[in-house]
């Protein structure tokens, strides 16, 4: 059995027929707000249920109690704020109660009801939601650069937001027939920002051992410069699945959304977005979401024992390594050897081998996957 939406809905704010018709002419008279790429796909992942059960950007009791308790104000679990920033000029002359035209690319794609308009402490949310103010932690960086407002209230979806990735593009409300047409009772959640190595391969497998199928769901959106490119990591899965997966146990499909590099509070919001796909478990990497050295080596896994009421169960797949006694991909809990044999799964050293032309090592990474990586021109962000 597929899992229950999370807050036992699955939110739908996307208008249709002839009063979207209505309300799209009606936009070009609205006042506008411009967004950038990562809030409209925010807009659209509220809309969609991605995000259920919100129904708009949040209001400040909503903002205040996430920040300091992880919870929405009805108990459900939530840990990183869903909000829209914007500058006092923006919004001049707007009051609660006022509707106002959500525009990407000078096209109309929502309409938001404006409930509160409400200042926030940036600094405050860096803190609670990164445990850190160290600006060079991507995340601080993007929050300190925010806007000195934010706007509360819901949404409604006119049109959706053009992706380069429509042949990966599923909802929530479709990924949750397809499971039910597959006859998944249990569905495993991947979440990953990388293309696949030998250490991914062996965590999703293990997992796909208690689960009837396996849902690779590849982050695609704002990433720090050194990550892999969005089109990079779903060539690589494509062919990693084709070549080393049996048949019709996994589902590719995308996230559009930005990474919040925020650790073990975003592993939890990841586990509760893929929750609303239909997944009933979600694998958890020891440093889920994190960068750097900001986070503890098993905060990620920790955190889950604040949320026994989360509705998906995750799954923490230790670390894999390459044991050279043993042959093959193992972990700490299985491998009885020494160090000297152990060989770890270094996505640095994977990421200059290809860098340089050069396949990394087998027992890292497929052929076939290296191949794919190094056919494209820049495979990284940023090169």
């Not at 590719?252 to 073990?264: C, D, E, F, K, N």
């Not at 009421?309 to 797949?317: A, I, K, Q, S």
Request: glycine residues 8%; hydrophobic residues 40%; aromatic residues 12%.
């Amino acid at each position: 059995m597929v899992s229950r939406p999370h807050g036992g809905k699955l939110t739908n704010r996307v208008l249709r027929g002839k009063r979207r018709e209505r309300l799209l002419e009606e936009a070009e008279e609205l006042p506008r707000l411009n967004l950038s790429f990562d809030y409209a796909v925010d807009v659209e992942n509220i809309a969609r249920g991605v995000f259920s059960p919100l129904e708009g950007f949040m209001i400040q009791e909503e903002y205040l109690s996430v920040l300091y308790s992880m919870r929405l104000p009805d108990d459900t679990p939530w840990t990183i704020p869903v909000t829209l920033d914007v500058d006092p000029e923006e919004i001049s002359g707007i009051k609660p109660g006022d509707d106002i035209a959500l525009f990407y690319n000078d096209e109309p794609i929502a309409l938001l009801n404006v409930e509160e308009i409400y200042g926030w402490e940036k600094k405050e949310f860096a803190e609670k939601v990164y445990k850190t103010l160290d600006i060079n932690h991507p995340g601080v960086h993007k929050t300190l650069n925010r806007k000195e407002l934010l706007l509360g209230g819901k949404i409604d979806l006119l049109k959706g937001v053009p992706s380069n990735f429509d042949k990966y593009t599923l909802w929530p409300i479709e990924t949750r027939l397809l499971f039910r047409e597959k006859g998944w009772r249990s569905v495993v959640g991947f979440q990953t920002r990388n293309a696949p190595h030998m250490g991914h391969e062996y965590v999703q497998k293990a997992a796909l051992t208690f689960v009837d199928g396996l849902f690779v769901n590849p982050l695609v959106g704002w990433k720090k410069p050194g990550d892999y490119r969005d089109e990079v990591i779903l060539a690589a899965y494509e062919v990693l699945i084709e070549h080393y997966y049996p048949k019709n146990v996994v589902v590719l499909a995308v996230l559009r959304t930005s990474m919040r590099y925020a650790g073990p509070r975003e592993a939890v919001f990841h586990a509760i977005m893929r929750k609303n796909f239909g997944c009933t478990h979600f694998i958890v990497g020891r440093d889920h979401a994190g960068v750097g050295n900001y986070y503890g080596p098993y905060e990620a896994w920790d955190i889950f024992k604040e949320f026994p009421d989360l509705g998906v169960t995750p799954l923490f797949v230790r670390e894999a390594f390459y044991c050279k006694k043993c042959g093959g991909m193992v972990n700490e809990k299985i491998c009885p050897h020494s160090d000297m044999y152990k060989v770890k799964i270094s996505g640095t050293k994977i990421r200059e081998a290809l860098r340089s032309g050069a396949r990394p090592p087998e027992y890292m990474m497929r052929p076939e996957v290296a191949d794919v990586i190094m056919s494209f021109e820049n495979p990284f962000v940023g090169d």
